[in-house]
């Protein structure tokens, strides 16, 4: 049972616009959540990440949005790039393991057409 | 370098060969990791080394055997692995084990296709 989803395999998104990718979990004792990307032939490379005690963490045209009831996270990239285009994993841990155990979902495809 | 570094990038084996794949970083970090990522599965943790001590050891099957030599390098033995097994293997580090934020390094990864 996956405890951490990313529903959309895939976004096509046109330069200039948002790209929102989506992000759902079901354990309720997450409270710290990453997100990464991954360029083919790369590692992934750590974007942005969010503390349960905040519902918003911005760095410059990422946003991440968090919603502790619904259990769902978002980044929205304004404006999108194409060189944005990736896959990007978002991760999930709990304060409760005390450890780098992250909980990584299957990733999304962005592609940020010109 | 700097970083995470991964050897090889690719490798092709058969299921009755011995192979290593190795792992280096240049960060400082105490804690070292080995993920495995499938076609359309999640990352998976596979092991944790600590200060040179595994920590965690997420049920992987034995022809999978990790060796930590040092802080700085991590390896991963592979004998008669099965065609299922092929994968990209990533290596990760991280300032230390014990604390729940803060964020993985990643090195490129080594893709592994098993004849």
């Known amino acids: 049972d996956q405890q951490v989803k990313q529903n959309s395999p895939s976004l096509s998104v046109q330069e200039g616009r948002i790209s929102i990718l989506n992000c759902d979990y079901t354990n309720s004792m997450f409270d710290y959540f990453l997100w990464y990307k991954k360029y083919p032939a790369e590692g992934p490379t750590f974007l942005i990440s969010?503390?349960?005690?905040?519902d918003k963490n911005e760095d410059g045209r990422f946003t991440v949005f968090l919603n502790k009831s619904a259990k769902h996270l978002s980044l929205h990239i304004v404006p999108s790039q194409p060189g944005d285009s990736a896959v990007y994993f978002c991760a999930a841990s709990s304060s409760t393991s005390g450890t780098y155990k992250y909980i990584f979902g299957t990733g999304t495809r962005l592609k940020v057409l010109a | 370098e700097t970083g995470v570094t991964q050897t090889p990038r690719h490798l092709v084996m058969g299921m009755t060969n011995k192979k290593s794949l190795k792992c280096e970083q240049h960060l400082g970090h105490n804690a070292m990791y080995w993920y495995k990522q499938s076609a359309k599965k999640p990352l998976e943790l596979m092991f944790v080394?600590?200060?040179?001590?595994?920590?965690e050891n997420n049920s992987v099957p034995s022809r999978f055997s990790p060796e930590c030599p040092n802080s700085s390098h991590l390896f991963l033995h592979l004998h008669t692995l099965q065609p299922e097994d092929s994968a990209l293997y990533l290596c990760?580090?991280?300032?230390?084990?014990?604390?729940?934020?803060?964020?993985?390094?990643f090195g490129e990864g080594s893709r592994l296709t098993v004849l």
């Open positions: 969010i503390s349960s005690i905040k």
């Open positions: 990760a580090s991280s300032q230390d084990y014990l604390g729940n934020t803060g964020e993985l390094f």
């Open positions: 080394y600590s200060l040179e001590e595994r920590v």
